[in-house]
């Protein structure tokens, strides 16, 4: 007797429902698994990345050359003053002068110079600047400038 893998009718077409369900489950997972269109996602959530990291590097040089400014001024601004004739006001005066040429009338300055018993001139500047670019919220800096007053020696 011969026995054949002949499947009944019935049986092909359960099997054919179960065959496209199982290739399109294969279909499926190698769509999953492309990386086809995966550059369109990608590309914006690494360039915003990239940006704000630059933003945040370009701010942090604005401040520290913010700050550097203002401490020559103020350091300028205490040799002035320790001249012979000078007062420490003309000290303060001359800071903040510095101050306007380098940043303009619009950026906020108080700055005040005291000479000590020592002879030691001490100018101290006050001054807002800006946290988010070169507009936006203010922060505060202070720094210090110091010389010794050429009378007293």
Request: charged share 20%; proline share 4%.
């Amino acid at each position: 007797m011969l026995i054949t893998s002949e499947p009944d009718p019935a049986d092909r077409s359960l099997s054919a429902g179960q065959g496209s369900r199982a290739r399109r489950g294969r279909r499926l997972a190698r769509a999953l698994r492309a990386e086809e269109g995966s550059a369109v996602a990608e590309f914006p959530m690494v360039a915003v990345l990239i940006i704000v990291i630059a933003l945040g590097v370009v701010q942090a040089a604005l401040i520290v050359h913010t700050r550097n400014t203002l401490i020559d001024a103020a350091v300028q601004g205490a040799h002035h003053a320790a001249l012979v004739g000078a007062a420490p006001e003309d000290g303060a005066e001359r800071a903040e002068q510095l101050i306007e040429d380098r940043f303009g009338s619009s950026f906020q300055v108080d700055s005040t110079a005291v000479q000590s018993a020592d002879g030691t001139i001490e100018v101290e500047i006050s001054a807002t600047l800006p946290l988010v670019g070169l507009f936006g919220p203010a922060g505060a800096m202070s720094v210090e400038g110091r010389a010794l007053d050429e009378e007293s020696w």
